[in-house]
């Protein structure tokens, strides 16, 4: 994910970039429930506390690069992309650990969701030579998503991910649907799998428009994701700049968004209550990315195409990866994965509000 392979840290879209290189597959449909939307607001969910304008949060070489809300806790949650760990992320800026000891597979931990039914955490995990576990034998080699308890963050399964002829793989964000199903990208192996609540893992839709173009070295493919209730779901090229629909129900018509202009270096997504969709955009492995956030807006409800309705370029904090949406707001995350390429040592990241 970072500027190259040069670079002192083996780092996400750089490694990724190189090993994706004339990436190509026809597309391979999964049965999946054609009706899945998106889960609904927990029962239980109270009424947040206040959250401020900013968080400033502090935690040794966390380094996260995705978050999500927790409704139960009224709190962030961040993965490590140094530790493989998940952390509780209070609107103080207070840090404490919910998955400290994670299994020797998680080096790197991104992509997360809620299942809340059940309770459960379910976590993407790889290695991409950030983690200080990373080792020769389990590069690009783990991949996979961990369910855990939500209250305690008790491990309950693992699910493997390496599934397929590819050399590569890299599971990364996530979405989850109201049944529990998962739908994990992997911008490794080009592909967007399906995972059951039972951890049956199937390929659900393996396509060209999921890879890199030419960008050799710098970039990655599908890095964001998120579930569209109209049964679809969104998902995000990062080196190609390409919001990308795909139908639950033929995975394999897969098709580009149209948009106004490529969103180079397109990260984490998340759809807000209101239909919009946050973009957020980083230069971390790619010269036409910049560090910003967009909001998209549908010009219908297929979502064949979107306008622009809100740019913030440059995002005031270096290096932003993903985004939160809150009932206070959409927060964006600046873990400093910038700083972890050039092998900075820093214990500091911040949520910002949009």
Not at 114 to 123: C, G, I
């Amino acid at each position: 994910m970072k500027p190259s392979l040069s670079a002192r840290v083996l780092t996400r879209r750089g490694l990724l970039g190189a090993a994706l290189a004339g990436a190509a597959a026809a597309a391979v449909p999964a049965a999946v429930p054609a009706t899945a939307t998106a889960a609904p607001a927990p029962a239980r969910a109270r009424r947040p506390h206040t959250l401020p304008a900013t968080v400033h949060a502090h935690a040794d070489t966390l380094y996260p690069e995705g978050v999500i809300w927790d409704p139960t806790r009224r709190a962030f949650l961040v993965g490590s992309s140094r530790h493989g760990t998940v952390s509780v992320v209070h609107g103080s800026g207070t840090v404490t650990p919910l998955i400290a000891n994670p299994d020797p597979r998680m080096v790197s931990t991104i992509g997360m969701g809620l299942d809340l039914a059940r309770n459960r955490l379910l976590v993407s995990y790889f290695d991409l030579g950030e983690g200080v576990r990373s080792t020769p034998e389990t590069l690009l080699k783990v991949s996979g998503v961990g369910f855990f308890d939500l209250a305690t963050g008790e491990q309950r399964a693992l699910v493997d991910l390496a599934i397929g002829s590819e050399q590569y793989h890299a599971a990364d964000r996530m979405a989850i649907d109201l049944f529990g199903n998962a739908y994990v990208c992997d911008p490794a192996a080009n592909k967007i799998y399906f995972v059951t609540p039972r951890g049956e893992a199937s390929v659900l839709v393996d396509h060209t428009v999921l890879a890199p173009g030419v960008q050799l070295g710098l970039g990655a493919g599908t890095t964001g994701l998120a579930l569209h209730p109209g049964g679809f779901l969104l998902a995000m090229n990062y080196s190609e700049g390409i919001l990308v629909r795909v139908p639950l129900a033929d995975p394999g018509a897969a098709a580009p968004v149209e948009l106004p202009a490529p969103l180079y270096g397109g990260d984490g997504i998340a759809l807000r209550p209101d239909g919009s969709l946050i973009v957020v955009t980083n230069a971390l492995s790619t010269t036409q990315g910049t560090d910003g956030v967009t909001v998209l807006r549908p010009v219908d409800a297929r979502w064949s195409a979107a306008e622009v309705v809100r740019q913030v370029r440059p995002w005031p904090v270096p290096a932003p990866t993903d985004v939160a949406v809150t009932p206070r707001g959409s927060y964006v995350l600046s873990g400093r994965a910038d700083l972890l390429a050039k092998g900075t040592v820093s214990d500091d990241f911040t949520l910002q509000r949009l």
